[in-house]
């Protein structure tokens, strides 16, 4: 209660009163925040009645991790409600926006900390003789992990002038998000692909498979759309542990390929697709590496649409019955 004649209180007072030091209180009146009501004879600073209340509102908004300007903008917003006549109470777009943008940032924050814990448990865990090199795979990852190395890798393994969608598509089940709560087995294995991705290819051009060629850009967009269902078809008998199979999964298969270079699907297509996609440049440990880190501990690992291709490749040179020839 304040006490004084005018309905006024210093700045002492209102500071004990808020629970806060002078320096506090002067801090928050300084950045406008706190507005005085009036300055003593002396020049003392002087607050109404409801500056005890709004106080106490900045220090809430102040806990929560929202930043002085975020403030500003929560009580700006106040003030003109209750010039305009309504309650005033906290609780406009202002306050939501800070809100929403503060978890997001704890969401980034928290899921570097688990990084982190990880890490030094994998550290912690590994054999003295692995530290060193172990160091260096988990140095090159910030944390949160960022997956700009692996992007990059695709991107410049993908078709050149690949239509944007197509790539985005295949891009969002080429690279993995890493766990937001990882083991750190799946740490190392983040870091080994990382560094998988850094690496210089061998030669003066990456890998590429016969498909990019022979689609082109545009064909290649309709290839991967095909292989995509395809995939996730497998990938549904790979949970399962069924051996390569003829079945729908390989029919789609085929036909991404079919589509792409628009020709038939012939029992002589299939056998000379089987040799071509023997042939074609490997990134098994890639994918590998893919299933480690999307594999929880004790659990099956996870299909990759590597894992689903060597499914598909199987089942095909299964059904074809005779060694694969490659296409011309």
């Known amino acids: 209660m304040i006490t004084s004649r005018d309905g006024l209180c210093g700045i002492g007072e209102l500071a004990e ?21 009036s300055r003593s004879a002396g020049g003392h600073r002087r607050y109404g009645p409801g500056a005890l209340d709004r106080l106490r509102l900045i220090r809430s ?12 903008r929560v009580l700006d917003e106040e003030d003109e409600t209750q010039e305009a006549g309504g309650e005033g109470a906290p609780g406009g777009g202002a306050l939501e926006a800070a809100v929403a943008g503060r978890l997001r940032e704890l969401g980034s924050e928290l899921r570097a900390l688990r990084w982190r814990e990880a ?14 090199g172990r160091l260096r795979l988990i140095g090159a990852v910030p944390a949160p ?4 190395p692996l992007v990059r890798f695709w991107r410049g393994w993908l078709p050149p ?20 709560d ?6 190392l294995a983040f870091a080994r692909l990382n560094a998988l991705t850094l690496a210089p290819c061998p030669g003066t051009a990456q890998p590429q498979p016969e498909a990019h060629r022979t689609a082109g ?9 095909g292989l995509a269902e395809a995939y996730e078809l497998a990938g549904a008998h790979l949970r ?3 051996d390569p199979q003829p079945g729908e999964a390989l029919d789609g298969f085929v036909a991404a390929y079919t589509s792409a270079y628009g020709v038939r699907d012939t029992p002589d297509f299939r056998r000379r697709l089987a040799g071509q996609l023997a042939a074609d440049p490997r990134i098994d440990r890639y994918w590998e590496l893919v299933a480690e880190v999307l594999t929880p501990p004790g659990r099956r690992p996870e299909p990759t649409p590597g894992s689903a291709h060597d499914w598909l490749l199987a089942a095909l040179v299964a059904q074809t019955g005779a060694p694969p020839v490659p296409m011309t």
């Open 17 to 37: 009163r808020a629970g806060v030091t002078v320096k506090t209180v002067r801090f928050y009146s300084d950045r406008g925040l706190l507005p005085e009501a």
């Open 61 to 72: 908004l102040r806990a929560l991790g929202l930043s002085v300007p975020e403030v500003r």
């Open 119 to 132: 890490a030094l448990r994998l550290v912690q865990e590994c054999p003295p003789g692995e530290r060193a």
């Open 145 to 148: 992990p960022s997956t700009a």
């Open 161 to 180: 002038r690949m239509p944007a969608r197509a790539a985005g598509a295949f891009l969002d089940v080429a690279v993995p998000r890493p766990p937001d």
């Open 182 to 187: 990882p083991a750190p087995d799946q740490i």
């Open 217 to 225: 850009a545009q064909g290649s967009a309709v290839l991967y759309a």
């Open 240 to 242: 399962r542990g069924r």
